[in-house]
């Protein structure tokens, strides 16, 4: 389609005059492949925003697009950590904000992909994030651990009632903790106004409940199908268990049990379906509390189309 080629063409040149794209939404609602329409059609590059896309080897359980996938864009942080190492909200903030200006200094237009909230907007709004103390955070996770969630939430709700109110895991519990105990000052505090620091755009994937529902179903099997148990199994000696994080990740955690003998594949399955559909929900849950995000339904048959003309609308006068 010459006609196509010509307008993909002409938008690529103007690449340095368009806004930040972000494309968002919940787990399985396509936002990899509009990034990939979006990227050949200004001339951009991929910046990967779902944490547990940083984790070498974890790839048929997270859905990483993969490398033959990717039509010859170039992704950014996928892929640069090991399943032991950690990091934070506030590193990926400065490696998102180094890839973007990395992006614009070629030429081409940075667009932010993926589904981790915080992370997301950690990358485009103005946030301050305050530091951290390992000893006093070893000290929160053995009180978690051995007094529950209940207690730490009661005794977030005393000194933060506002972050009490938000967050219900024990990870976000001992991080909300750790900054009161640290600055004195509630870690809602440091969560203020939406505020771009940059021009941005971002773009909502929605839809259909139940077809979201058939579709995360479908992808889970597929999974399974595609070797997860072996991917899960293979990631051991690479230290899943040991690290922090990696082994929590939707399906990692429930094939670990498999492995262990305590679960079964089908069992593991349907586990991994429920706890998908929960995350998808708590992902459109804080999407939507922004009003800036322009939605767009994911099954409609002009999505490419109408994705780019927000991207235009929002674009800046040449300097």
């Known amino acids: ?129 305050p530091g951290t103390d390992p000893d006093v955070r070893a000290a929160l996770e053995r009180e978690l651990e051995e007094d529950g969630l209940s207690v730490l939430l009661q005794r977030l709700h005393e000194v933060d009632p506002v972050s009490a109110a938000r967050i219900n895991d024990g990870k976000r519990v001992v991080r909300a903790l750790e900054v009161h105990a640290l600055t004195g000052r509630p870690f809602s505090s440091f969560m203020p106004e939406r505020e771009y620091v940059s021009p941005t755009v971002q773009i909502g994937l929605n839809g259909d409940r139940a077809q979201l529902h058939q579709r995360l179903e479908t992808r889970v099997h597929t999974m399974v199908e595609a070797g997860l148990l072996d991917e899960v199994k293979a990631l051991i000696p690479e230290g899943l268990r040991e690290g922090r994080t990696a082994h929590k990740a939707l399906g990692y955690q429930q094939f670990l049990r498999v492995l262990d003998g305590e679960s079964t594949v089908e069992q593991a399955s349907e586990e991994t379906i429920v706890a998908t559909r929960q995350f998808a929900r708590r992902q459109l849950t804080w999407f939507r509390a922004d009003p800036r995000i322009k939605w767009l339904d994911w099954s409609q048959k002009d999505l490419g189309e109408a994705a780019a003309a927000h991207v235009t609308a929002a674009s800046q006068p040449a300097v």
Do not use: C, W
């Open 1 to 129: 389609m010459p006609g196509a080629n010509s307008t993909a063409e002409r938008d690529g040149e103007h690449a340095q005059t368009l806004p930040l794209v972000a494309i968002v939404g919940p787990t399985g609602s396509g936002k990899s492949e509009l990034a990939l329409t979006l990227a050949a059609r200004f001339n951009g590059e991929a910046i990967n925003a779902d944490s547990m896309q940083f984790y070498r080897g974890m790839d048929i359980g997270t859905a990483k697009l993969p490398l033959a996938q990717r039509r010859g864009i170039k992704h950014h942080l996928m892929d640069f950590l090991s399943v032991k190492e950690d990091t934070t909200v506030a590193a990926f903030q400065q490696l998102a904000r180094d890839a973007i200006a990395d992006i614009r200094s070629r030429g081409k237009l940075p667009i932010l992909v993926g589904g981790s909230g915080l992370y997301n907007r950690a990358a485009i709004d103005i946030l301050e994030f």
